[in-house]
């Protein structure tokens, strides 16, 4: 994975995954984004709503989700 600047940096992602309890799912991944304390919401949220649907076991399942191409 690339690195990326603001919302879409993976340092970004995972301060708004603080306080996530796994394993997790999209829709739980987005609530928490969206109240979450990293800088950048609208960015993250942005990258996150792309992520399939489906459950995430840990953080970095996640992050190789943001990663992956259209």
């Known amino acids: 994975m690339a690195r990326a600047i603001g919302g879409k ?7 708004h995954m603080k306080g ?3 394993p997790t799912t999209k829709d739980k991944i ?5 109240n979450g304390p990293g800088p950048d919401t609208d960015q993250v949220i942005e990258v ?9 076991p840990t ?3 996640i992050l190789k989700a ?5």
């Open 59 to 61: 953080p970095a399942q």
């Open 9 to 15: 940096s993976p340092i970004n992602i995972m301060r």
């Open 20 to 22: 996530l309890k796994f």
């Open 48 to 56: 996150l709503q792309k992520i399939p649907e489906q459950e995430y």
């Open 66 to 70: 943001t990663g992956k191409k259209d």
């Open 30 to 34: 987005l609530e928490n984004a969206k």
